[in-house]
């Protein structure tokens, strides 16, 4: 591992820690790991081993490869669902973008789940149909929808073909922020 990559995983040690938030003592008790290790990994000054970072990425809720720095590999889901991530940072806002595959006749009726976290998505291609509580939403290319996921949610493809979806999702409840202004007013 070369200094380089000890202090771009240091930085990424440091987002995640941040983004729980934890201090250096609480992830050292949490983990057992002496502060002045962590303090030293954080800061690129000592090489992070993998019995080190596997209780790390435990603790602070991300992937190996996310404090390695490794892009994940899309993923395919039971339900047909691929789901390719594009952020490497770990913590706060995560993007990803997803093919929902089409319902069948025969699919059991969605399911509405709640969890932890603010999700932001726009329709890529073809049309989604997002059920959030007692609302029912059909969606096309290029129109977005933002809701809080503690509200009951459901969403995938509508109609005969596959959905692409972009999503932004902030596992704490972080929110996009969107800054527009008309034009002419940017100087």
């Given at each position: 591992m070369d200094d380089q990559l000890a202090a771009d995983i240091g930085t990424r040690?440091?987002?995640a820690r941040r983004a729980r938030p934890l201090?250096?003592?609480?992830a050292a008790g949490a983990t057992g790991i002496s502060v002045s290790t962590?303090?030293?990994?954080e800061t690129g000054g000592r090489r992070a081993t993998l019995e080190q970072l596997l209780p790390l990425a435990d603790l602070y809720e991300v992937s190996l490869d996310e404090l390695v720095g490794r892009a994940e590999p899309p993923r395919k889901q039971g339900d047909g669902r691929v789901i390719v991530p594009?952020?490497?940072?770990?913590g706060g806002l995560r993007a990803y973008k997803m093919t929902l595959p089409p319902r069948g006749d025969d699919d059991p009726v969605p399911q509405l789940r709640?969890?932890?976290g603010w999700e932001w998505m726009y329709v890529l291609s073809g049309r989604m149909r997002v059920l959030l509580a007692e609302h029912d939403l059909l969606l096309g290319k290029g129109e977005a929808v933002e809701f809080d996921t503690h509200v009951p949610h459901w969403f995938g493809a509508a109609g005969p073909a596959p959905v692409e979806v972009l999503t932004l999702f902030g596992p704490q409840g972080?929110?996009?922020h969107v800054r527009a202004r008309s034009r002419g007013q940017w100087g």
């Open positions: 040690l440091r987002t201090t250096l003592a609480e962590l303090s030293r990994l594009l952020t490497k940072e770990p709640t969890h932890e972080e929110r996009v």
